[in-house]
């Protein structure tokens, strides 16, 4: 079970950068000064990103839990 515990940690890690790379690009759109309208089509790109990421890291934390209960 350990392959299940490390496999788990590393897709929760892929997920972690992914809301990292998720944060950055939204900052980066703050940060350009740009009207109302276009920060909110850069946020609405982003989101997709974001739920994606989310969605990687619990799936890996729940990779990790069954390996500890499994081992």
Known sequence: MD??????ALVSLLGL???FWSI???QRARRAKL???ELRAA???ALPLNLGALFL?????M???VGIFLG
């Not at 392959?3 to 788990?8: F, R």
């Not at 890291?57 to 934390?61: E, F, Q, R, Y």
Request: charged letters at 15%; a neutral charge.
């Open 3 to 8: 392959i299940l515990i490390w496999a788990g």
């Open 17 to 19: 950068l992914g809301l």
């Open 24 to 26: 950055l690009k939204v």
């Open 35 to 37: 009207s109302d309208e």
């Open 43 to 45: 946020v609405q790109k």
């Open 57 to 61: 890291s619990v799936i890996g934390l």
């Open 63 to 65: 990779m990790v839990i």
